[in-house]
DNA sequence: GCAAAACGAGGACATTTGACGTCATTTTTT
DNA sequence: AAAAAATGACGTCAAATGTCCTCGTTTTGC
Protein backbone atom coordinates (compact mmCIF):
# COMPACT_ATOMS: atom_id res chain seq x y z
CA UNK A 1 0.00 0.00 0.00
CA UNK A 2 2.83 2.09 0.88
CA UNK A 3 4.81 0.69 -2.11
CA UNK A 4 2.29 2.63 -4.76
CA UNK A 5 2.62 6.22 -3.26
CA UNK A 6 6.35 5.80 -2.74
CA UNK A 7 6.21 4.91 -6.48
CA UNK A 8 4.31 8.30 -6.70
CA UNK A 9 6.18 10.64 -4.39
CA UNK A 10 9.46 9.65 -6.09
CA UNK A 11 8.53 10.72 -9.42
CA UNK A 12 6.56 14.09 -8.21
CA UNK A 13 9.45 15.16 -5.92
CA UNK A 14 13.15 14.87 -5.19
CA UNK A 15 12.97 13.33 -1.96
CA UNK A 16 15.58 11.11 -0.23
CA UNK A 17 15.20 7.59 1.19
CA UNK A 18 15.13 9.43 5.00
CA UNK A 19 12.72 11.81 4.17
CA UNK A 20 9.90 8.81 2.55
CA UNK A 21 11.70 7.03 5.89
CA UNK A 22 10.19 9.72 7.91
CA UNK A 23 6.98 10.31 6.13
CA UNK A 24 6.06 6.57 6.32
CA UNK A 25 6.78 6.57 9.93
CA UNK A 26 3.83 8.95 10.55
CA UNK A 27 1.44 6.88 8.02
CA UNK A 28 -1.82 5.27 8.63
CA UNK A 29 -2.43 2.88 6.03
CA UNK A 30 -5.97 1.94 5.87
CA UNK A 31 -8.49 -0.09 3.15
CA UNK A 32 -12.25 0.44 3.04
CA UNK A 33 -14.37 -1.58 1.66
CA UNK A 34 -16.95 0.13 -0.59
CA UNK A 35 -19.65 2.80 0.22
CA UNK A 36 -17.58 2.90 3.22
CA UNK A 37 -17.30 6.31 5.16
CA UNK A 38 -13.95 8.20 5.68
CA UNK A 39 -15.80 11.72 6.42
CA UNK A 40 -19.21 12.23 7.82
CA UNK A 41 -20.82 16.06 7.36
CA UNK A 42 -20.36 17.44 10.47
CA UNK A 43 -17.12 15.96 11.37
CA UNK A 44 -13.50 17.35 11.68
CA UNK A 45 -11.66 16.38 8.44
CA UNK A 46 -8.81 14.85 11.01
CA UNK A 47 -6.68 13.39 7.86
CA UNK A 48 -5.27 14.18 4.31
CA UNK A 49 -5.31 10.95 2.22
CA UNK A 50 -3.09 9.66 -0.35
CA UNK A 51 -5.48 6.75 -2.33
CA UNK A 52 -3.25 4.08 -3.58
CA UNK A 53 -5.73 2.19 -4.69
CA UNK A 54 -9.59 2.33 -6.02
CA UNK A 55 -11.67 5.12 -6.17
CA UNK A 56 -13.29 8.15 -3.79
CA UNK A 57 -15.58 11.08 -4.14
CA UNK A 58 -16.29 13.77 -1.97
CA UNK A 59 -19.85 15.39 -1.70
CA UNK A 60 -21.99 16.98 -0.09
CA UNK A 61 -25.81 16.24 0.90
CA UNK A 62 -28.67 19.23 0.54
CA UNK A 63 -31.82 19.12 2.50
CA UNK A 64 -33.87 16.99 -0.01
CA UNK A 65 -31.28 14.61 0.23
CA UNK A 66 -29.74 15.41 -2.78
CA UNK A 67 -25.79 14.47 -3.28
CA UNK A 68 -23.50 16.26 -5.06
CA UNK A 69 -20.13 15.29 -6.32
CA UNK A 70 -17.05 18.18 -5.47
CA UNK A 71 -14.09 15.72 -6.27
CA UNK A 72 -13.26 11.91 -7.58
CA UNK A 73 -10.02 11.42 -6.23
CA UNK A 74 -9.14 7.80 -8.00
CA UNK A 75 -5.65 5.57 -7.23
CA UNK A 76 -2.07 8.02 -6.89
CA UNK A 77 -4.31 11.06 -6.11
CA UNK A 78 -5.38 13.11 -2.72
CA UNK A 79 -7.72 14.08 -0.94
CA UNK A 80 -9.33 15.88 1.94
CA UNK A 81 -11.92 18.56 2.99
CA UNK A 82 -9.43 21.44 2.95
CA UNK A 83 -11.19 23.77 4.73
CA UNK A 84 -11.71 21.58 7.77
CA UNK A 85 -8.28 19.94 7.73
CA UNK A 86 -6.79 22.90 7.83
CA UNK A 87 -8.88 24.68 10.19
CA UNK A 88 -10.22 21.88 12.12
CA UNK A 89 -13.67 23.01 11.91
CA UNK A 90 -16.88 21.06 11.00
CA UNK A 91 -16.99 19.50 7.74
CA UNK A 92 -19.81 20.21 5.28
CA UNK A 93 -19.07 17.34 3.03
CA UNK A 94 -18.57 13.68 3.19
CA UNK A 95 -15.95 11.29 1.47
CA UNK A 96 -17.08 7.39 0.95
CA UNK A 97 -15.48 5.43 -1.09
CA UNK A 98 -17.18 4.25 -4.74
CA UNK A 99 -14.99 1.04 -4.76
CA UNK A 100 -12.67 -1.05 -2.30
CA UNK A 101 -10.08 1.40 -1.38
CA UNK A 102 -6.38 1.58 -0.10
CA UNK A 103 -5.32 4.33 1.57
CA UNK A 104 -2.62 6.65 3.54
CA UNK A 105 -3.81 8.66 6.31
CA UNK A 106 -1.94 11.52 7.87
CA UNK A 107 -3.37 13.78 10.42
CA UNK A 108 -2.63 17.83 10.32
CA UNK A 109 -0.25 17.55 13.22
CA UNK A 110 1.74 14.77 11.35
CA UNK A 111 2.30 17.10 8.30
CA UNK A 112 2.94 20.26 10.12
CA UNK A 113 5.75 17.98 11.67
CA UNK A 114 6.59 16.53 8.15
CA UNK A 115 6.95 20.03 6.48
CA UNK A 116 8.97 21.68 8.99
CA UNK A 117 11.73 19.07 8.37
CA UNK A 118 11.32 18.30 4.57
CA UNK A 119 11.14 21.45 2.64
CA UNK A 120 11.27 19.66 -0.69
CA UNK A 121 7.19 18.19 0.65
CA UNK A 122 6.24 21.60 2.00
CA UNK A 123 7.04 22.55 -1.54
CA UNK A 124 5.41 19.94 -3.51
CA UNK A 125 1.97 20.78 -1.00
CA UNK A 126 2.45 24.42 -2.04
CA UNK A 127 2.49 23.11 -6.32
CA UNK A 128 -0.50 20.77 -5.20
CA UNK A 129 -2.80 23.74 -3.85
CA UNK A 130 -2.08 25.58 -6.52
CA UNK A 131 -2.62 23.07 -9.20
CA UNK A 132 -5.94 22.88 -7.10
CA UNK A 133 -7.11 26.26 -7.58
CA UNK A 134 -6.20 26.27 -10.86
CA UNK A 135 -8.73 23.05 -11.78
CA UNK A 136 -11.35 24.62 -9.30
CA UNK A 137 -11.38 27.96 -11.38
CA UNK A 138 -11.35 25.44 -14.62
CA UNK A 139 -14.42 23.96 -13.19
CA UNK A 140 -16.01 27.52 -12.06
CA UNK A 141 -15.45 28.57 -15.69
CA UNK A 142 -17.45 25.37 -16.86
CA UNK A 143 -20.02 25.50 -14.72
CA UNK A 144 -21.20 29.13 -15.60
CA UNK A 145 -20.00 29.56 -19.57
CA UNK A 146 -20.79 25.59 -20.80
CA UNK A 147 -23.86 23.77 -22.47
CA UNK A 148 -24.13 20.69 -20.54
CA UNK A 149 -23.12 18.65 -23.25
CA UNK A 150 -19.88 20.46 -23.46
CA UNK A 151 -19.43 20.07 -19.90
CA UNK A 152 -20.50 16.03 -20.55
CA UNK A 153 -17.56 16.26 -22.90
CA UNK A 154 -14.93 17.76 -20.87
CA UNK A 155 -15.59 15.23 -18.19
CA UNK A 156 -14.57 12.45 -20.16
CA UNK A 157 -12.10 14.24 -21.86
CA UNK A 158 -10.72 15.23 -18.39
CA UNK A 159 -11.26 12.20 -16.41
CA UNK A 160 -11.79 9.14 -19.12
CA UNK A 161 -10.35 6.71 -16.60
CA UNK A 162 -12.82 8.16 -13.71
CA UNK A 163 -16.03 8.37 -16.48
CA UNK A 164 -15.48 4.45 -17.00
CA UNK A 165 -15.54 3.62 -13.68
CA UNK A 166 -18.61 5.15 -12.69
CA UNK A 167 -22.34 5.68 -13.16
CA UNK A 168 -24.10 8.41 -15.37
CA UNK A 169 -26.05 9.12 -11.82
CA UNK A 170 -22.02 10.04 -10.65
CA UNK A 171 -21.40 12.10 -13.34
CA UNK A 172 -24.78 13.77 -13.38
CA UNK A 173 -23.48 14.62 -10.01
CA UNK A 174 -20.41 15.85 -10.20
CA UNK A 175 -21.42 17.95 -13.33
CA UNK A 176 -24.75 19.60 -11.80
CA UNK A 177 -27.88 18.01 -14.17
CA UNK A 178 -30.01 15.45 -13.91
CA UNK A 179 -29.44 11.80 -14.92
CA UNK A 180 -32.31 12.38 -17.80
CA UNK A 181 -30.36 15.27 -19.63
CA UNK A 182 -27.27 13.27 -19.84
CA UNK A 183 -29.09 10.46 -21.29
CA UNK A 184 -30.60 13.02 -23.93
CA UNK A 185 -27.00 14.04 -24.64
CA UNK A 186 -25.83 10.19 -25.32
CA UNK A 187 -28.54 9.55 -27.25
CA UNK A 188 -27.99 12.18 -29.71
CA UNK A 189 -24.41 11.90 -29.81
CA UNK A 190 -25.58 8.25 -30.71
CA UNK A 191 -27.56 9.36 -33.69
CA UNK A 192 -24.54 11.06 -35.13
CA UNK B 1 -2.25 54.76 -2.66
CA UNK B 2 0.08 52.58 -1.23
CA UNK B 3 -1.33 53.92 2.11
CA UNK B 4 -4.40 51.64 1.78
CA UNK B 5 -2.17 48.89 1.42
CA UNK B 6 -0.05 49.56 4.30
CA UNK B 7 -2.98 50.00 6.45
CA UNK B 8 -4.62 46.66 4.99
CA UNK B 9 -1.25 44.44 5.00
CA UNK B 10 -0.59 45.41 8.86
CA UNK B 11 -4.48 44.61 9.61
CA UNK B 12 -4.01 40.98 8.23
CA UNK B 13 0.15 40.34 9.17
CA UNK B 14 2.44 41.25 11.52
CA UNK B 15 5.34 42.64 9.45
CA UNK B 16 7.19 45.12 10.83
CA UNK B 17 7.99 48.50 8.79
CA UNK B 18 11.36 47.38 7.35
CA UNK B 19 9.47 44.81 5.71
CA UNK B 20 6.53 46.72 4.37
CA UNK B 21 9.65 49.09 3.25
CA UNK B 22 10.74 46.35 1.17
CA UNK B 23 7.28 45.21 -0.30
CA UNK B 24 7.07 48.94 -1.43
CA UNK B 25 10.59 49.03 -2.45
CA UNK B 26 9.05 46.62 -5.74
CA UNK B 27 5.43 48.07 -5.78
CA UNK B 28 4.37 50.06 -8.79
CA UNK B 29 1.23 51.58 -8.56
CA UNK B 30 -0.65 52.24 -11.57
CA UNK B 31 -4.16 53.92 -11.60
CA UNK B 32 -6.63 52.81 -14.63
CA UNK B 33 -9.93 54.46 -15.67
CA UNK B 34 -13.07 52.53 -16.03
CA UNK B 35 -13.30 49.84 -19.12
CA UNK B 36 -9.81 49.71 -19.27
CA UNK B 37 -7.59 46.22 -19.78
CA UNK B 38 -4.90 45.59 -17.02
CA UNK B 39 -4.68 42.17 -18.79
CA UNK B 40 -5.78 40.50 -22.17
CA UNK B 41 -6.43 37.10 -23.21
CA UNK B 42 -3.48 35.38 -24.24
CA UNK B 43 -0.98 37.71 -22.86
CA UNK B 44 1.12 36.25 -19.97
CA UNK B 45 -0.40 37.77 -16.30
CA UNK B 46 3.05 39.42 -15.36
CA UNK B 47 1.45 40.75 -12.08
CA UNK B 48 0.01 40.08 -9.18
CA UNK B 49 -2.42 42.74 -7.80
CA UNK B 50 -3.76 44.40 -4.98
CA UNK B 51 -6.60 46.71 -5.24
CA UNK B 52 -6.49 49.49 -2.91
CA UNK B 53 -9.41 51.52 -4.58
CA UNK B 54 -11.97 50.80 -7.30
CA UNK B 55 -13.37 47.54 -8.63
CA UNK B 56 -12.02 45.19 -11.04
CA UNK B 57 -13.14 42.28 -12.63
CA UNK B 58 -11.59 38.82 -14.44
CA UNK B 59 -13.74 37.33 -16.99
CA UNK B 60 -13.42 35.04 -20.23
CA UNK B 61 -14.71 35.02 -23.47
CA UNK B 62 -16.43 32.38 -25.58
CA UNK B 63 -16.32 32.33 -29.14
CA UNK B 64 -19.69 33.55 -29.66
CA UNK B 65 -18.46 36.75 -27.88
CA UNK B 66 -20.03 35.77 -24.34
CA UNK B 67 -18.43 37.02 -21.37
CA UNK B 68 -17.96 34.87 -17.93
CA UNK B 69 -17.09 36.50 -15.25
CA UNK B 70 -14.67 34.29 -12.91
CA UNK B 71 -13.93 36.90 -9.74
CA UNK B 72 -14.76 40.13 -9.06
CA UNK B 73 -11.82 42.25 -6.88
CA UNK B 74 -13.37 45.52 -5.47
CA UNK B 75 -10.87 47.80 -3.18
CA UNK B 76 -8.52 45.62 -0.33
CA UNK B 77 -8.66 42.80 -2.74
CA UNK B 78 -6.46 40.82 -4.52
CA UNK B 79 -6.55 39.89 -7.95
CA UNK B 80 -4.40 37.89 -10.94
CA UNK B 81 -4.73 34.89 -13.00
CA UNK B 82 -2.99 32.53 -10.78
CA UNK B 83 -2.01 30.28 -13.65
CA UNK B 84 -0.51 32.87 -16.04
CA UNK B 85 1.24 34.04 -13.23
CA UNK B 86 2.87 30.65 -11.58
CA UNK B 87 3.59 29.46 -14.82
CA UNK B 88 4.19 32.45 -16.88
CA UNK B 89 2.04 30.93 -19.73
CA UNK B 90 -0.42 32.90 -21.49
CA UNK B 91 -3.67 33.99 -19.80
CA UNK B 92 -7.28 32.71 -21.12
CA UNK B 93 -8.65 35.55 -19.26
CA UNK B 94 -9.17 39.14 -19.21
CA UNK B 95 -9.19 41.31 -16.48
CA UNK B 96 -10.16 44.77 -16.72
CA UNK B 97 -11.72 47.93 -14.25
CA UNK B 98 -15.73 48.63 -13.90
CA UNK B 99 -14.98 51.55 -12.08
CA UNK B 100 -12.10 54.06 -12.02
CA UNK B 101 -9.03 51.91 -9.94
CA UNK B 102 -6.35 52.36 -7.82
CA UNK B 103 -3.93 49.53 -7.88
CA UNK B 104 -0.53 48.01 -7.08
CA UNK B 105 1.61 45.70 -8.68
CA UNK B 106 4.46 43.35 -8.40
CA UNK B 107 5.82 40.90 -10.80
CA UNK B 108 6.50 37.23 -9.91
CA UNK B 109 10.15 38.04 -8.91
CA UNK B 110 9.29 40.36 -7.01
CA UNK B 111 7.17 38.16 -4.80
CA UNK B 112 9.35 35.20 -5.09
CA UNK B 113 12.35 38.07 -3.48
CA UNK B 114 10.13 39.00 -0.71
CA UNK B 115 8.80 35.85 -0.15
CA UNK B 116 12.52 34.40 0.43
CA UNK B 117 13.30 37.94 2.54
CA UNK B 118 10.26 38.10 4.31
CA UNK B 119 8.21 34.87 6.21
CA UNK B 120 5.13 36.59 7.55
CA UNK B 121 4.57 37.23 4.14
CA UNK B 122 5.21 34.02 2.62
CA UNK B 123 2.62 32.72 5.29
CA UNK B 124 -0.05 35.04 4.48
CA UNK B 125 0.41 34.52 1.17
CA UNK B 126 -0.35 30.90 1.12
CA UNK B 127 -3.15 31.62 4.09
CA UNK B 128 -4.95 33.52 0.65
CA UNK B 129 -4.56 31.09 -1.53
CA UNK B 130 -6.21 28.41 1.11
CA UNK B 131 -8.59 30.25 1.91
CA UNK B 132 -9.23 31.13 -2.03
CA UNK B 133 -9.55 27.23 -2.37
CA UNK B 134 -12.50 26.99 0.06
CA UNK B 135 -13.94 30.11 -1.60
CA UNK B 136 -13.70 28.48 -5.12
CA UNK B 137 -14.96 25.04 -3.99
CA UNK B 138 -18.21 26.39 -1.95
CA UNK B 139 -18.63 28.35 -5.41
CA UNK B 140 -18.51 25.06 -7.24
CA UNK B 141 -20.62 23.68 -4.88
CA UNK B 142 -23.28 26.04 -5.35
CA UNK B 143 -22.78 26.20 -9.21
CA UNK B 144 -23.60 22.30 -9.29
CA UNK B 145 -26.30 22.47 -6.67
CA UNK B 146 -28.36 25.74 -6.42
CA UNK B 147 -31.53 26.84 -8.09
CA UNK B 148 -30.63 30.41 -9.93
CA UNK B 149 -32.68 32.26 -7.34
CA UNK B 150 -30.57 30.35 -4.47
CA UNK B 151 -27.12 31.81 -6.42
CA UNK B 152 -28.52 35.30 -6.79
CA UNK B 153 -29.79 35.40 -2.93
CA UNK B 154 -25.93 33.99 -2.04
CA UNK B 155 -24.36 36.21 -4.17
CA UNK B 156 -26.02 39.48 -2.56
CA UNK B 157 -25.70 37.84 1.21
CA UNK B 158 -21.85 37.52 0.23
CA UNK B 159 -20.79 40.33 -1.52
CA UNK B 160 -23.21 43.34 -1.16
CA UNK B 161 -21.16 45.96 -1.95
CA UNK B 162 -20.06 44.20 -5.11
CA UNK B 163 -23.98 44.02 -5.80
CA UNK B 164 -24.69 47.52 -4.85
CA UNK B 165 -21.74 48.66 -7.63
CA UNK B 166 -22.59 46.48 -10.72
CA UNK B 167 -24.82 45.85 -13.61
CA UNK B 168 -27.47 42.83 -13.19
CA UNK B 169 -25.96 41.90 -16.05
CA UNK B 170 -22.47 41.44 -14.73
CA UNK B 171 -24.46 39.46 -11.76
CA UNK B 172 -25.80 37.21 -14.32
CA UNK B 173 -22.54 36.97 -16.04
CA UNK B 174 -20.92 35.92 -12.84
CA UNK B 175 -23.57 33.06 -11.80
CA UNK B 176 -23.96 31.59 -15.06
CA UNK B 177 -27.81 32.60 -15.67
CA UNK B 178 -29.31 34.92 -18.27
CA UNK B 179 -30.12 38.52 -17.32
CA UNK B 180 -33.55 37.48 -18.22
CA UNK B 181 -33.32 34.83 -15.58
CA UNK B 182 -32.90 37.54 -12.99
CA UNK B 183 -35.21 39.48 -13.89
CA UNK B 184 -37.73 37.02 -13.35
CA UNK B 185 -36.28 36.11 -10.00
CA UNK B 186 -36.42 39.74 -8.92
CA UNK B 187 -40.14 40.21 -10.00
CA UNK B 188 -40.84 37.29 -8.08
CA UNK B 189 -39.46 38.71 -4.82
CA UNK B 190 -40.89 41.74 -5.28
CA UNK B 191 -44.60 40.40 -5.70
CA UNK B 192 -44.04 38.47 -1.94
C1' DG C 1 -25.97 -18.71 -6.76
C1' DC C 2 -29.82 -15.97 -5.76
C1' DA C 3 -32.45 -12.10 -4.10
C1' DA C 4 -32.05 -7.27 -3.93
C1' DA C 5 -30.36 -3.19 -5.49
C1' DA C 6 -28.48 -0.28 -8.93
C1' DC C 7 -28.35 1.08 -13.59
C1' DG C 8 -29.62 3.47 -17.75
C1' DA C 9 -32.99 4.22 -21.30
C1' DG C 10 -37.09 6.30 -22.34
C1' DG C 11 -42.17 8.33 -22.18
C1' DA C 12 -45.17 12.10 -20.54
C1' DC C 13 -45.64 16.31 -18.79
C1' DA C 14 -44.53 20.69 -16.29
C1' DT C 15 -41.20 24.10 -15.42
C1' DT C 16 -37.18 26.75 -16.18
C1' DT C 17 -34.33 29.05 -18.99
C1' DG C 18 -32.62 31.35 -23.05
C1' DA C 19 -32.83 34.09 -27.43
C1' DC C 20 -34.59 38.05 -29.50
C1' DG C 21 -36.77 42.22 -29.73
C1' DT C 22 -38.98 46.51 -27.65
C1' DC C 23 -39.08 50.35 -24.69
C1' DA C 24 -38.46 53.92 -21.18
C1' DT C 25 -35.02 55.46 -18.11
C1' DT C 26 -30.48 56.29 -16.43
C1' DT C 27 -25.65 56.77 -16.97
C1' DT C 28 -21.62 57.75 -19.49
C1' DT C 29 -18.96 60.03 -22.77
C1' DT C 30 -17.62 63.75 -25.43
C1' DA D 1 -25.56 70.06 -22.73
C1' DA D 2 -26.30 66.67 -26.19
C1' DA D 3 -25.47 62.29 -28.19
C1' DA D 4 -24.48 57.62 -27.34
C1' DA D 5 -24.46 53.69 -24.62
C1' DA D 6 -25.95 50.96 -20.90
C1' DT D 7 -29.55 49.40 -18.04
C1' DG D 8 -33.34 46.62 -16.63
C1' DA D 9 -38.05 45.32 -17.30
C1' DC D 10 -41.08 42.80 -20.13
C1' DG D 11 -43.50 39.92 -24.02
C1' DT D 12 -43.22 35.97 -26.94
C1' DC D 13 -41.77 31.79 -28.41
C1' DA D 14 -38.71 27.79 -28.62
C1' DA D 15 -35.43 24.92 -26.49
C1' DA D 16 -33.47 22.83 -22.53
C1' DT D 17 -34.04 20.66 -18.37
C1' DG D 18 -36.26 18.41 -14.40
C1' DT D 19 -39.59 15.20 -12.11
C1' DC D 20 -41.93 11.05 -12.00
C1' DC D 21 -42.68 6.97 -13.87
C1' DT D 22 -41.98 2.20 -16.09
C1' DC D 23 -39.12 -1.46 -17.82
C1' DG D 24 -35.54 -4.64 -18.93
C1' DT D 25 -30.64 -5.51 -17.83
C1' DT D 26 -26.58 -5.62 -15.02
C1' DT D 27 -24.23 -5.58 -10.79
C1' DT D 28 -23.83 -6.30 -5.92
C1' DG D 29 -24.00 -8.37 -1.45
C1' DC D 30 -24.93 -12.18 1.37
Redesign the pocket.
Known sequence: MFAEFETFIKTHTALCDDDIKLIRSRAIEKVVR??ELLLQEGEICRYKMFVSKGLVRTFCTRDDGSEHILQFSPQNSWTTDPESFDNLTPSHCNIDALERSELILWTKSDFDYLFANIPGLKAYSEKLVARNLYLVRKRVLSNISA??EEKYDEFIKNYPDVFSRV???MVASYLG??L?????I??AQLIR
Do not use: E, G, Y
Not at 180 to 184: A, H, I
Open positions: RKTASLHVSKTLSRRQ
